[in-house]
T-cell receptor
């Protein structure tokens, strides 16, 4: 059974700092991996999708990497801003379904 | 991308009643899913909504409790039946759009059962 773990569970940083969120998964036979953002009381916003054959994807200040063989992904956020404050969720595509981690709660202080 | 709408956005219901949640997508989709997010928890897949046939339920979820319909490619409903306070959650519709692998989520329906 696929299990996804995210570390840390919560993170508080000053504005402008670069940061890394970690995601690990137990079964490397994934189809793809997605990073999402969730604001309090809201739905999920897709940030980046990495196919199993890819190593990384970039969008603006966000960079996600994937090391499928070791079962790890990282989300790098450059020059963090207070508007980045949210819960960040990692999910792996296992068969037809997404399996989610518990998320990292990020707070960027101004 | 896809624009997904859900109705209602929130509701407060009495124990023992049922609520039907609607999901409408503005694009042709290949897959539709229903997820539950209990307070302070991550997302759990309830079922895959199959067009014109019975939904495929995950372990721990049954059709009698969570009947699902998907009459066409862009619309689905989830009913939460005979509700109890333990059903208080956010219910989210999710889709995969044709020609894409990205999975998109609706804004969610926040359900409180008293």
């Amino acid at each position: 059974k696929q299990e996804v773990t995210q570390i840390p569970a919560a993170l508080s940083v000053p504005e402008g700092e670069n940061l890394v969120l970690n995601c690990s998964f137990t079964d490397s036979a994934i189809y793809n991996l997605q990073w999402f953002r969730q604001d309090p009381g809201k739905g999920l916003t897709s940030l980046l999708l990495i196919q199993s054959s890819q190593r990384e994807q970039t969008s603006g200040r966000l960079n996600a990497s994937l090391d499928k063989s070791s079962g790890r992904s990282t989300l790098y956020i450059a020059a963090s801003q207070p508007g980045d404050s949210a819960t960040y969720l990692c999910a792996v595509k296992d068969g037809n379904k997404l399996v989610f981690g518990a998320g990292t709660i990020l707070r960027v202080k101004s | 991308s896809a624009v997904i709408s859900q109705k209602p956005s929130r509701d407060i219901c009495q124990r023992g009643t049922s609520l039907t949640i609607q999901c409408q997508v503005d694009s042709q989709v290949t897959m539709m899913f229903w997820y539950r997010q209990q307070p302070g928890q991550s997302l759990t897949l309830i079922a895959t909504a199959n067009q014109g046939s019975e939904a495929t339920y995950e372990s721990g979820f049954v059709i009698d409790k969570f009947p699902i319909s998907r009459p066409n490619l862009t619309f689905s409903t989830l009913t939460v039946s005979n509700m109890s306070p333990e059903d208080s959650s956010i219910y989210l519709c999710s889709v995969v759009v044709m020609g894409s692998d990205t999975q998109y989520f609706g804004p969610g329906t926040r359900l409180t059962v008293l």
